[in-house]
Structures are given as C-alpha cells and as structure tokens.
C-alpha cells in the first residue's frame, strides 16, 4: 500500500504532511449542482451531435461521443477550480485596556485609610497590586494591557509578577479624553472587551461627544475606578506671584501675590515673605474668615543691602490643607544701591512744586534735577545734579529713571525732545509723571507727541471741581504697594486723611476726571472720598506704556497733609510714587554691558524677552547687525550646567548699543543667558512646567460617572476589581479566524495526464475505426 499512497501523493502532487488532519475536496469557484446537470447533458449533446453525420456502428460512434462529453466536462471541472482544504481556524483573543493616571494630581494625600491618610497613587498601587489574581484570570483568555497617562499614553512596563510598574505621578497635565483615544488606537481592529480607567477624574480635557459617541457605536464599555476622597477637600494654594525684577536698596518692594482657597476649607490663613537666604521674615499678613475662591494680598520686602536676594512667599493654613506642594513660590529679585535719577520740569513756584522739589533735594537715595521754566537766567537751577538746559537727545535723557512734569506747555519741548522721553519710557522702561495744573496740564498737550503718554484722553480740557475734595487709595493701589502712607503697626491709608472734617486733608484744587476721560488700559490708584456729592472720581490714574509706565495725577494740593502730621504723610506718598516709577526703567548697574531677561520667571514654552545693552556704543565700533547669547541650563541650582541652544539679537533701529532677541524655553530649570564674548556678562531665567494639576487637585468622580454612564460601563470602587470578571462587565468578545489550508488539483500530474489521455484515446478509437 505505499507505493500506491506513494503514486496517489505524486498525482495529486499532495504535502508531505497530508496524513495529518482531515482535507476535504471543493472548488475554488463552486457551481451548484443543477448547472453540472445542465453542463453534463450539455456536454453529452455536444458529443452526440459531433458524430451525427459518421457512418461507423452505433457502439463506436457512441464511445467517440461519450470520450468528446467526458473531455468537455473535464475542461469544466478544471476551469471550477478543484481542491482540497484543510480546515483551520485561529482565535483572536479581546483586548482589555487598562488605564492608569499618573498625573500628578495623584500625589494629594486625601483617602484615609485604617485611621491614616494615604496618597490617591498609594490607593492606586494598593488595588493594582491586590488584584493580581484578578490580572492574571483575566490574561488567561484575553490579553490585558496597561497603559499609564497624563499628558500623553504610554505603555507599561511589566515586572515578573506580571503586574505594571506605574512609576513616579508626576504628569503636570491630565489628558483622559485623548488617552481613551490613543488607547483605542493601540487596539487598532482588534476586539475589545472594554477600558478600564482608574483615576481621579481631574482632567483638562475630558472625553468629547463625538469619542464617547465612537465608545457606544463599537460597543466598548469603559469602567471606571475612583481615585481619592468622593467628598471635596479644602486647599489654599500660591498660584502667581508677581514683583519687579529689580529694586533700590531701603525700598518698600510690593510682591503681589495671587491666592486661592478651594470649598472645604476654614480657619485662619497666614501668609508670609521671608528672605531665604538670612530667614529673616519681611512680612506678614493673616486672613480669618472663610472666604473661599481668589484673593490678592500685598506684601512688602525691604532690602537693606545690595545684591541678588532670594525671597520666599509662604502660607501656613491651620487645619488641614489638600496639597503642599502649592503653599510656597520663590523668587529673586536683584537690589541695586544706587540712587534714583530723577528730572523734574515745572512751569512756575506754585506750593506743590516747591514741596517737592524739596523733597528730591534733601532725600537720600534720589539725585534730582530739577528745572524751573519761568525762572529767568540768572536763576540757579536746583536739585543735587543742577541743570542749565532740559535734556535735547536720547543719550542726555538715558540717564534719568524718571521724569516729572508739571504744569508745563507742551512748547516747552521740541519734537527731538517729545521722541527721546517717549523712547525712554518705551523701550528702557522709564516712568513718567503728570501733575495737573490750572494753565497747561493737561490741555496744552493734545495733538502732541507724548499725548499718547498720557493715561487720559478727550480733549484734556478737564475742569476743576467747584468744592473741595479729599482723597482716598484703591484697591488696586494697596497691591501695588502705593498710598500706605500710615506706619507700624497696621500700613495703610489713615482715615483722616480721607475725611474732609479735619480740615487740612481737603484739597482745594483738583481736576474732575470723568471714567470716560481714561484710557482703556488705565487703572485708578486713587479717587475722591468726599465732595462732588458724594461720586468717586479719579485722582490718580497709571497706565503702561511700552516697558514703562505712566501716572497722571489731577490736584497740586498734596502739600496741605503737611498741617496733619508734618511730613510724614505727604514724603511717603510721594517716595512711594516715584519709587514705583522709578523700577522699571531702572539699570541693574552701571556696567559697561548689561543683560535683561523679561520676565524672569517663565514657564515651558512662553516667550522672554533678551535683551543687551551696551553703556558706550563706541565701545564696539563698528557694531554688528547681530550677536548671540548662550544658554545653559541646571535642572538644580547646584547641578552642572547642560547646553540649551543660543539666542539670536538683532541691533535696535535707531538706538545705538541695544540688541534685542526672544528665547522660547523647552525645558525647566534655571537658566543661564550669557553674552557670547563677554565674560561675566550673564542673566538668570527660572523656568518652570506648566503645573495645571495643582491648580485644582479636587478629584471628579462626577466626571468618571459621567464617562461609565454614556458607555454602559460601571463604577467600580478600587477595591472591588474581582468584579472584572463577570461577564456582563467584560463580555467574550473574541473573534475566531478562519484559515484553512488550501491545495489546488487543477495544476497537478493527474491533471495533466487526463487531459492528455482523454483526446488520445478518443484519437486511437477514431484511427483504429479508419476516421484519422
């Protein structure tokens, strides 16, 4: 019997393995069976009527004819396609994804656990773990695959457990709508029993109809696992601080600083600013009630010492707080001890002018110039640096911090003079300071060249009040640092000095400032308290201008606080204004090149501002079109530096010895701008990842419920997960797969041989008939 399954193996030309398993015969393209009737009777007429017209015996002409049908059905038979086939089939396993969080969000302390509080990522490592029977069920029959997310997915790692190894929360974003997405992308067309999301439902971008609407279609059901306590806990947290990047030594330097207190909490709330270096506390301030939401407090540091100072803004919330990370923000700030350069121009004596003037003079720390215009020539000019002539060109003006300008006409300055204030304000960040006055300020100066300086408009012809008005500060003053005029222990703004029954706080003479009358980018720092029936007008009025900033203040009777309380009140509200002023267009130091980032503190992404300055412009001819900064890079302070790439400056038209750059930072860290050629000329950039997990750490799970109900999946509590393995929760969703094994027989040796042996034997009965 070999040699026959040999010889019938060579003829079909079958495998080697054709023993094993069971073929069955069929056709490539089948025909039913009624069409093989009809092509069987078919080919037996074609037989028939082909040796019609033959004059051979009946048994012949039949047998030639039987050989012709037998032939044609054959050709039939081949063209159909015979084989055979193996039947073979293959299961594709379901997919379960399994989601993780690891944002960190999940770093907040809220689920107690046996009388202790744990982590939301503690919880989340307990219930992975404690499941691994689960897991391992589960894996038996389907393939389970974690996956970890915040911004983004990725894909697990697996430890020889068989169970994830989450690693650190640490994700500054959480993203569950697109890594539902992207999961269900992994699975590409694979069946999947369904998702099983485990987080804290704190997201930035949620799941979106159309996704969850995709879910529902394709029959994938997302369970959820809450993460961290169902009820809201309370957190105070920092979230901006803003202060200027630089200060005179023995300034009173106003640090903004944005808090928020989330639902849940109570009790009193303290906030502080210490400098790090000495520990020494510079301030204070303390909040007992319970409102919740934001809030701006102010604190003031001083600085004794010049130099980089180091300073940090703390709360301490008594009862418990959700998140600590967020209860301090640092900042530097850099103390320059030199003094405040200060041009005063004036039209006449009047009281407020020689008030001032005095003032500049006898204060430590302002070298003044003070420019009187009705004096005639043999007047000697005062201040500490005297003039003979007002500043004509930028270079002359460069060297002041700030200018005030009383009640002057606009024809006093020439159009060269109007450009270079304008230019010193805008682009070095000087400030500027308007006083009203009952001739010029303001009218004299529309359709000037520094009337876009001004923080009113109109036609500036502004009339003056018909009584007498007392002033009191805003709230946007008291942040800022201005008008805190009273001293320890409780700063601020005395009551006396807005009630108009003590007699000397009524200013005679003040201008009426309509709110229509200001710009859309001016803010009040202070208004009328009393007259003018009672309606709070302007008084004080700021605005930016470019990098610096611009005051109009509309009454010249600040002098009569002196009859209060000497001049205590009247110094410390005008120290304080021109100090304020004085910051933004001040230098560092008087190096022959400096280098200034804006802002100093960035996050991730934002642009900054790099500028350098060069004291002497002479001092690089012939001055290059562009230069280059290099930026390193310390992830810690004390950490060695890593290159982070260089800014391009290019050369400021028109003003001599500024090039100018913006640097996009793509990585955190403190950061080193130094000028290429230029040793020890460097500035320092914090910059920061965007942190929108501690911006509100309050877990969601009205959101996960949300996302379970749209798709008909469950909320699963986390340590519940044995409930996986209902199947109602993951349903069989495997898919079998057929692939047979297919041998074709029309190409075979048998094939062959019938073809060549039918018509040879319907030719040798013709040829042995006589009929060749």
């Given at each position: 019997?070999?040699?026959?399954?040999?010889?019938?193996?060579?003829?079909?030309?079958?495998?080697?393995?054709?023993?094993?398993?069971?073929?069955?015969?069929?056709?490539?393209?089948?025909?039913?069976?009624?069409?093989?009737?009809?092509?069987?009777?078919?080919?037996?007429?074609?037989?028939?009527?082909?040796?019609?017209?033959?004059?051979?015996?009946?048994?012949?002409?039949?047998?030639?004819?039987?050989?012709?049908?037998?032939?044609?059905?054959?050709?039939?038979?081949?063209?159909?396609?015979?084989?055979?086939?193996?039947?073979?089939?293959?299961?594709?396993?379901?997919?379960?994804?399994?989601?993780?969080?690891?944002?960190?969000?999940?770093?907040?302390?809220?689920?107690?656990?046996?009388?202790?509080?744990?982590?939301?990522?503690?919880?989340?490592?307990?219930?992975?773990?404690?499941?691994?029977?689960?897991?391992?069920?589960?894996?038996?029959?389907?393939?389970?695959?974690?996956?970890?997310?915040?911004?983004?997915?990725?894909?697990?790692?697996?430890?020889?457990?068989?169970?994830?190894?989450?690693?650190?929360?640490?994700?500054?974003?959480?993203?569950?709508?697109?890594?539902?997405?992207?999961?269900?992308?992994?699975?590409?067309?694979?069946?999947?029993?369904?998702?099983?999301?485990?987080?804290?439902?704190?997201?930035?971008?949620?799941?979106?109809?159309?996704?969850?609407?995709?879910?529902?279609?394709?029959?994938?059901?997302?369970?959820?696992?809450?993460?961290?306590?169902?009820?809201?806990?309370?957190?105070?947290?920092?979230?901006?601080?803003?202060?200027?990047?630089?200060?005179?030594?023995?300034?009173?330097?106003?640090?903004?600083?944005?808090?928020?207190?989330?639902?849940?909490?109570?009790?009193?709330?303290?906030?502080?600013?210490?400098?790090?270096?000495?520990?020494?506390?510079?301030?204070?301030?303390e909040f007992d009630d319970a409102e919740t939401g934001r809030r701006t407090v102010t604190l003031i540091g001083r600085a004794d010492d010049p130099g980089e100072r180091s300073w940090r803004v703390e709360?301490?919330?008594?009862?418990?707080?959700?998140?600590?990370?967020?209860?301090?923000?640092?900042?530097?700030?850099?103390?320059?001890?030199?003094?405040?350069?200060?041009?005063?121009?004036?039209?006449?004596?009047?009281?407020?002018?020689?008030?001032?003037?005095?003032?500049?003079?006898?204060?430590?720390?302002?070298?003044?110039?003070?420019?009187?215009?009705?004096?005639?020539?043999?007047?000697?000019?005062?201040?500490?640096?005297?003039?003979?002539?007002?500043?004509?060109?930028?270079?002359?003006?460069?060297?002041?911090?700030?200018?005030?300008?009383?009640?002057?006409?606009?024809?006093?300055?020439?159009?060269?003079?109007?450009?270079?204030?304008?230019?010193?304000?805008?682009?070095?960040?000087?400030?500027?300071?308007?006083?009203?006055?009952?001739?010029?300020?303001?009218?004299?100066?529309?359709?000037?060249?520094?009337?876009?300086?001004?923080?009113?408009?109109?036609?500036?012809?502004?009339?003056?009040?018909?009584?007498?008005?007392?002033?009191?500060?805003?709230?946007?003053?008291?942040?800022?640092?201005?008008?805190?005029?009273?001293?320890?222990?409780?700063?601020?703004?005395?009551?006396?000095?807005?009630?108009?029954?003590?007699?000397?706080?009524?200013?005679?003479?003040?201008?009426?400032?309509?709110?229509?009358?200001?710009?859309?980018t001016a803010e009040v720092i202070a208004e009328t308290a009393s007259g003018d029936g009672g309606r709070a007008s302007p008084l004080l009025v700021s605005m930016r201008y470019g990098a610096g900033q611009?005051?109009?203040?509309?009454?010249?009777?600040?002098?009569?606080?002196?009859?209060?309380?000497?001049?205590?009140?009247?110094?410390?509200?005008?120290?304080?204004?021109?100090?304020?002023?004085?910051?933004?267009?001040?230098?560092?130091?008087?190096?022959?090149?400096?280098?200034?980032?804006?802002?100093?503190?960035?996050?991730?992404?934002?642009?900054?501002?790099?500028?350098?300055?060069?004291?002497?412009?002479?001092?690089?001819?012939?001055?290059?079109?562009?230069?280059?900064?290099?930026?390193?890079?310390?992830?810690?302070?004390?950490?060695?530096?890593?290159?982070?790439?260089?800014?391009?400056?290019?050369?400021?038209?028109?003003?001599?010895?500024?090039?100018?750059?913006?640097?996009?930072?793509?990585?955190?860290?403190?950061?080193?701008?130094?000028?290429?050629?230029?040793?020890?000329?460097?500035?320092?950039?914090?910059?920061?990842?965007?942190?929108?997990?501690?911006?509100?750490?309050?877990?969601?799970?009205?959101?996960?419920?949300?996302?379970?109900?749209?798709?008909?999946?469950?909320?699963?509590?986390?340590?519940?997960?044995?409930?996986?393995?209902?199947?109602?929760?993951?349903?069989?969703?495997?898919?079998?797969?057929?692939?047979?094994?297919?041998?074709?027989?029309?190409?075979?040796?048998?094939?062959?041989?019938?073809?060549?042996?039918?018509?040879?034997?319907?030719?040798?009965?013709?040829?042995?008939?006589?009929?060749?």
């Amino acid at each position: 019997m070999n040699w026959i399954e040999s010889t019938v193996a060579w003829l079909l030309r079958l495998p080697s393995d054709h023993a094993a398993g069971s073929w069955r015969f069929g056709f490539e393209r089948p025909i039913p069976g009624w069409a093989w009737l009809l092509a069987a009777v078919a080919a037996v007429l074609v037989g028939a009527w082909s040796v019609r017209a033959s004059t051979l015996p009946r048994g012949r002409r039949s047998l030639i004819a039987a050989l012709r049908a037998l032939l044609l059905l054959l050709l039939a038979l081949l063209l159909t396609g015979p084989m055979l086939t193996l039947p073979r089939e293959r299961v594709e396993p379901d997919w379960v994804l399994v989601v993780a969080d690891r944002s960190a969000s999940l770093r907040v302390g809220d689920v107690e656990l046996d009388g202790a509080m744990i982590s939301r990522d503690a919880q989340l490592e307990r219930a992975v773990r404690g499941s691994a029977a689960v897991w391992k069920e589960l894996d038996a029959t389907r393939r389970v695959v974690f996956l970890g997310f915040d911004a983004g997915l990725r894909e697990l790692e697996i430890d020889e457990q068989g169970l994830p190894t989450l690693g650190a929360a640490d994700g500054m974003a959480t993203e569950i709508g697109p890594a539902i997405s992207a999961a269900l992308d992994r699975a590409a067309a694979r069946p999947v029993a369904g998702v099983v999301l485990l987080s804290d439902g704190r997201t930035t971008v949620p799941p979106e109809r159309g996704l969850l609407r995709r879910l529902s279609a394709e029959g994938v059901r997302v369970h959820v696992v809450p993460l961290g306590a169902d009820a809201p806990s309370g957190d105070h947290a920092i979230r901006a601080i803003e202060a200027p990047q630089r200060a005179f030594v023995r300034d009173e330097v106003p640090i903004e600083v944005d808090l928020d207190r989330s639902p849940g909490v109570g009790g009193a709330l303290r906030v502080k600013l210490v400098d790090e270096q000495s520990g020494r506390l510079l301030d204070a301030a303390e909040f007992d009630d319970a409102e919740t939401g934001r809030r701006t407090v102010t604190l003031i540091g001083r600085a004794d010492d010049p130099g980089e100072r180091s300073w940090r803004v703390e709360i301490e919330p008594q009862g418990r707080d959700l998140v600590a990370d967020n209860n301090s923000k640092s900042l530097r700030i850099e103390i320059v001890d030199r003094p405040i350069r200060v041009l005063f121009v004036e039209g006449y004596p009047r009281w407020e002018y020689r008030y001032l003037k005095n003032l500049l003079v006898r204060e430590h720390g302002i070298e003044s110039s003070v420019m009187l215009l009705s004096a005639d020539r043999d007047f000697a000019q005062e201040g500490n640096a005297p003039l003979t002539r007002l500043p004509r060109t930028k270079e002359e003006f460069a060297g002041y911090d700030l200018i005030v300008i009383g009640d002057v006409p606009a024809g006093a300055f020439s159009s060269a003079q109007m450009e270079a204030i304008k230019d010193l304000v805008s682009t070095r960040g000087a400030g500027v300071l308007w006083i009203g006055g009952a001739r010029q300020m303001p009218r004299s100066w529309k359709g000037s060249a520094l009337e876009e300086l001004l923080p009113i408009k109109g036609s500036l012809e502004l009339e003056r009040f018909d009584e007498s008005v007392t002033m009191r500060p805003t709230p946007r003053a008291l942040r800022l640092g201005l008008m805190r005029v009273e001293g320890a222990p409780t700063p601020g703004w005395p009551e006396a000095l807005s009630s108009p029954d003590t007699g000397w706080s009524r200013l005679e003479w003040a201008q009426r400032l309509e709110p229509g009358d200001l710009k859309p980018t001016a803010e009040v720092i202070a208004e009328t308290a009393s007259g003018d029936g009672g309606r709070a007008s302007p008084l004080l009025v700021s605005m930016r201008y470019g990098a610096g900033q611009s005051m109009y203040l509309a009454t010249d009777e600040t002098w009569r606080w002196r009859y209060g309380r000497g001049e205590t009140l009247p110094e410390r509200f005008w120290l304080q204004l021109l100090r304020s002023l004085s910051r933004s267009g001040m230098h560092g130091s008087d190096r022959p090149v400096e280098i200034v980032v804006e802002p100093r503190r960035a996050e991730i992404g934002d642009p900054v501002r790099v500028e350098v300055e060069f004291r002497d412009p002479e001092a690089i001819r012939p001055a290059p079109s562009r230069l280059q900064a290099s930026v390193s890079i310390s992830r810690e302070r004390s950490a060695a530096p890593e290159d982070a790439g260089v800014v391009e400056l290019t050369q400021v038209e028109g003003i001599p010895g500024r090039w100018v750059g913006t640097f996009f930072p793509d990585r955190s860290g403190m950061h080193a701008i130094s000028l290429q050629g230029h040793a020890g000329v460097t500035a320092e950039l914090e910059v920061a990842r965007t942190d929108q997990e501690s911006a509100n750490p309050q877990a969601d799970h009205a959101l996960l419920s949300h996302i379970a109900e749209q798709t008909q999946g469950e909320v699963i509590e986390p340590d519940s997960l044995h409930r996986l393995l209902r199947g109602d929760v993951l349903p069989n969703r495997a898919v079998t797969i057929e692939n047979p094994r297919i041998h074709s027989l029309w190409d075979t040796p048998l094939a062959l041989i019938l073809l060549i042996l039918v018509p040879a034997v319907e030719w040798s009965v013709r040829r042995w008939s006589r009929l060749a």
